[in-house]
C-alpha cells in the first residue's frame, strides 16, 4: 500500500498542479483568436485536471520500491559531474568554446578520475578536434572569447 | 513515381550523403555495442552535426545510426552478456551461452545476418505500408480522424510504462504540458510563461531531448559506476556467416519470416517498440521451433527470432512516423523532431509534397542494413578496444555534443541551462522508476493535439460535438483503440514479467 515516499512525491506533483490551475483559471482575454476556437487556457487545463487526478493516483496507489542506497554512495561524486557541467555551460558564453572546452575536458577528466600522462593530451586534442568540426569545418557561429574583444 | 524514386537516386548518389551513412552506420554500431549507451543517445550526438547539413546527408546519417546502432547492442549482448540495449536482452540469453561454448563467431555470424534479414524484410513492408497508410490518411484525415489517431500514439504511453502505469501517464502529462508553455501557437498570446522573456517561444525540443537522454544517461552512467562492477568481455576476432546449409535446417526460414513480420506489424502499432517486440517473437519461435527444448542454451533459432524481430521494428516504426506523423516510440519522437529541423514536416502531407524524400528515406535504410555486414566485421574485430575505452573521455565528448547541440538551433545560453535542468529531473525521475519515454512523446505530440482540437472546435461552430462525432465513424473506430490501448496494460496480468528479466529500463 501506500508509503510516506509515494505520499510525499504525490504531494509535491499535487501543489505543482494546483499551482498551475490557479494561473490557468486566471483572466485571459482570447485577442486575435476565431471566436469558436479552443480558449487557449481550455487544453493546459485538461492536461492539469488529468496530472492532478494522476498525483493523487500515485500517492495512495502501489508502493515505490526505488531504493536510495546506491544514490547516497554517489551522491559526490554526481554533484561534482553536475557543477563540472555547470561550470562549462558558463565558460562556454565568456572564453568561446576552444578554452571552454579544454577547461570543461581537464576538470571533468579530474572528477572521472581519469588522471595519467595522457590527460592533457587526449584533453587537448578532443578540444581541438570539436572546435575545427564546429566552428571551422560547419561554420557555425560560437561565442567568442570575451578578452578577443578587449583589443 | 518512377520520376520520384529516380530523383530519390540522385539525392543518395551526393558522395557526402553515401559518405554519412557509412559513417552512421560505423558509429551507430560502436555506440550501440557500448552498454547503457543506446540509440537515442546516438542520434542525440549526431543531431548537431546534421544541422548544417543538407536534408539528404542528415538523413542518411540518422538512418544509419538508427538502424546500427539497435545492431551494435547485440555484439555486447554475445561477448559481454551485457546487452548494449534493452532489445538485445533475448540475443544475450542464446548467444552468450554459444560464445561462452566456444561459438562466438558462429552466434555473431547468426546475430549478423539475422539483423540484416529482419531489417531488409521490414524495409519491404515499410515500401508497401508507408504509401498505403498516407493515401487511406489523405482520404480521412479530417482533424477529429487525426485527434483520435494522436489520441492513439499518446495511448502507448501505458504500454511504455510497464511497472506503474501511473508513473507513464504523469511523465506522459508532463510532456504535453510543457509544450504549451510559451506562445500559444495560433493566437500567439503567452502562457505559463511567468514573467520569463526567454520562455516566451516556448521550451525547445532540443533542451527536452538532450536532458531526458545523454544528460541523463550521463548521471546514470556515474551513479551506475557505484553499483556496479565492469563485466568482461569474450575475446572474438571475426565471425562466420551461417551458410545456406545451416538455414536450411527446418523452420529457421519459417522462423525468420515469423519473426521478420511480427517485428515489423508490432514496430507500426504505437508504443510496443523493439523491446516489446523481440521478447514476443523469441517467446513464440520457442514454442513453436522444433529445438524449442534447448532455447537460453545457445540454440541459433532463437538468436534468429530475437535478432530479425529487432531489426524488423526499425521499418515499421517509420511507418507511422512518415505516413502520419505520428512518433511510436521516443527515437522516432527524435527523427521526427530532426526531420522538422530540416523543413520536412512527416505526415499526410509528405508523400505528396516530398515524394523524393520518402523513397531516398527508403533507399537509404535497406543501404544501412546491408551496410551492417561489413560494419559487424570492423566492430568485432575492435570489441575489445571499444569497450576499453576510457568512459570519462566518452562521457566528456557526450556532454560536450549535447550541449553543443542545444546551443545551436537558437544561440541561447537559457536552453542550455534549462536543459541541465531538465536532465537532473530525468535523472531521478530514472532512478525512482518513472520511463521517461512518454515525456518526449508527449512533448512531440502536444502541438498537433491542441491545433486539431481547435480545428474541431471551430468546424462545429457551437454545434454538438457527439454528433459531429457521430458523422465520422473512423474516427470513432481510432477513439476506441486509442481507449483499449491506454486501459489494457492497466488489466494485463503482471505484464512487467519479460521485460524485469531484462534489469534495464526501458529508454
Known amino acids: ?151 | 513515381m518512377l520520376n520520384d524514386i529516380l530523383h530519390a537516386f540522385g539525392t543518395i548518389a551526393d558522395p557526402m550523403c553515401l559518405s554519412m551513412l557509412v559513417f552512421g552506420v560505423i558509429f551507430g554500431t560502436v555506440i550501440g555495442a557500448l552498454p547503457g549507451l543506446g540509440t537515442a543517445v546516438a542520434i542525440t550526438i549526431c543531431i548537431p552535426f546534421t544541422l548544417k547539413m543538407g536534408s539528404g546527408p542528415a538523413i542518411a546519417l540518422l538512418l544509419g545510426v538508427y538502424a546500427s546502432s539497435i545492431y551494435g547492442g547485440s555484439i555486447s549482448a554475445v561477448l559481454l552478456n551485457t546487452p548494449g540495449t534493452p532489445q538485445s536482452a533475448c540475443t544475450g540469453m542464446e548467444g552468450y551461452p554459444m560464445a561462452r561454448a566456444g561459438k562466438a563467431r558462429e552466434a555473431l555470424g547468426w546475430v549478423t545476418m539475422s539483423s540484416v534479414m529482419g531489417g531488409l524484410i521490414s524495409c519491404a513492408v515499410l515500401v508497401v505500408a508507408a504509401p498505403s497508410l498516407a493515401a487511406l490518411s489523405v482520404k480521412y484525415g479530417g482533424p477529429l480522424e487525426i485527434c483520435a489517431l494522436i489520441c492513439m500514439g499518446l495511448a502507448c504511453i501505458t504500454s511504455l510504462s510497464e511497472g506503474s502505469h501511473v508513473k507513464g501517464i504523469l511523465m506522459g502529462v508532463a510532456g504535453l504540458f510543457l509544450a504549451t508553455i510559451g506562445n500559444d501557437p495560433q493566437t500567439g498570446e503567452m502562457r505559463f510563461t511567468f514573467g520569463s522573456q526567454n520562455l516566451i517561444s516556448g521550451i525547445d525540443l532540443m533542451p527536452v531531448v538532450v536532458g531526458v537522454f545523454p544528460l541523463a544517461e550521463l548521471f546514470f552512467r556515474v551513479y551506475e559506476s557505484f553499483a556496479q562492477k565492469a563485466p568482461k568481455a569474450i575475446q572474438c576476432s571475426g565471425m562466420k556467416l551461417p551458410s545456406w546449409s545451416d538455414w536450411k535446417v527446418k523452420g529457421r526460414i519459417t522462423n525468420l519470416l515469423r519473426s521478420s513480420l511480427m517485428g515489423c506489424g508490432l514496430g507500426i502499432l504505437p508504443g510496443t517498440g523493439a523491446t516489446a517486440a523481440t521478447f514476443i517473437a523469441y517467446s513464440s519461435a520457442k514454442r513453436i521451433s522444433p529445438n524449442g527444448k534447448n532455447f537460453g542454451k545457445g540454440e541459433p533459432d532463437g538468436l534468429i527470432a530475437a535478432e530479425s524481430s529487432t531489426n524488423a521494428v526499425s521499418g515499421g516504426a517509420l511507418v507511422p512516423t512518415l505516413a502520419m506523423g505520428i512518433p511510436g516510440e521516443p527515437v522516432m519522437a527524435l527523427m521526427l523532431a530532426t526531420l522538422t529541423l530540416h523543413g520536412i514536416t512527416p505526415g499526410v502531407r509528405l508523400m505528396a509534397d516530398n515524394p523524393d524524400i520518402v523513397y531516398a528515406t527508403f533507399i537509404l535504410l535497406i543501404m544501412a542494413n546491408l551496410s551492417l555486414i561489413p560494419a559487424a566485421w570492423f566492430c568485432i574485430r575492435g570489441f575489445g578496444k571499444i569497450i576499453a575505452f576510457p568512459t570519462a573521455i566518452l562521457l566528456g565528448l557526450i556532454v560536450i555534443c549535447s550541449l553543443i547541440g542545444v546551443y545551436l538551433p537558437r544561440g541561447n545560453m537559457f536552453d542550455v541551462w534549462m536543459t541541465l535542468a531538465i536532465g537532473v529531473v530525468a535523472f531521478f525521475m530514472r532512478i525512482t522508476s518513472f520511463p521517461v519515454a512518454p515525456l518526449l512523446i508527449g512533448y512531440v505530440l502536444s502541438n498537433q493535439l491542441e491545433y486539431r482540437m481547435s480545428q474541431v472546435c471551430i468546424y462545429l461552430g457551437g454545434g454538438s460535438l457527439l454528433d459531429y462525432t457521430l458523422d465520422h465513424p473512423v474516427a470513432i473506430a481510432l477513439f476506441v483503440v486509442a481507449i483499449i490501448l491506454l486501459v489494457l496494460p492497466f488489466f494485463r496480468k503482471d505484464s512487467s514479467d519479460w521485460e524485469c528479466r531484462t534489469d534495464i529500463d526501458v529508454m
Open chain 1, 1 to 151: 500500500m501506500a508509503n510516506r515516499g509515494n505520499i510525499l512525491l504525490g504531494g509535491i506533483f499535487l501543489a505543482i498542479g494546483l499551482i498551475l490551475l490557479k494561473v490557468a483559471y486566471e483572466p485571459h482575454e482570447m485577442l486575435f483568436a476565431d471566436p469558436n476556437a479552443l480558449h487557449i487556457m481550455t487544453y493546459p487545463k485538461i492536461l492539469i485536471y488529468i496530472w492532478i487526478i494522476g498525483s493523487v493516483f500515485y500517492a495512495f496507489g502501489k508502493k515505490d520500491c526505488s531504493t536510495w542506497d546506491d544514490f547516497k554512495k554517489s551522491k559526490f561524486q554526481l554533484l561534482k559531474v553536475l557543477l563540472c557541467i555547470a561550470f562549462y555551460a558558463i565558460t562556454f558564453e565568456y572564453l568561446g568554446l576552444f578554452i571552454s572546452t579544454l577547461l570543461f575536458l581537464l576538470v571533468f577528466f579530474w572528477v572521472m578520475n581519469y588522471r595519467n600522462r595522457l590527460t592533457v593530451p587526449v584533453a587537448l586534442l578532443c578540444a581541438s578536434i570539436t572546435w575545427i568540426s564546429f566552428e571551422k569545418l560547419l561554420g557555425i557561429p560560437m561565442p567568442r572569447p570575451f578578452f578577443l574583444d578587449l583589443f
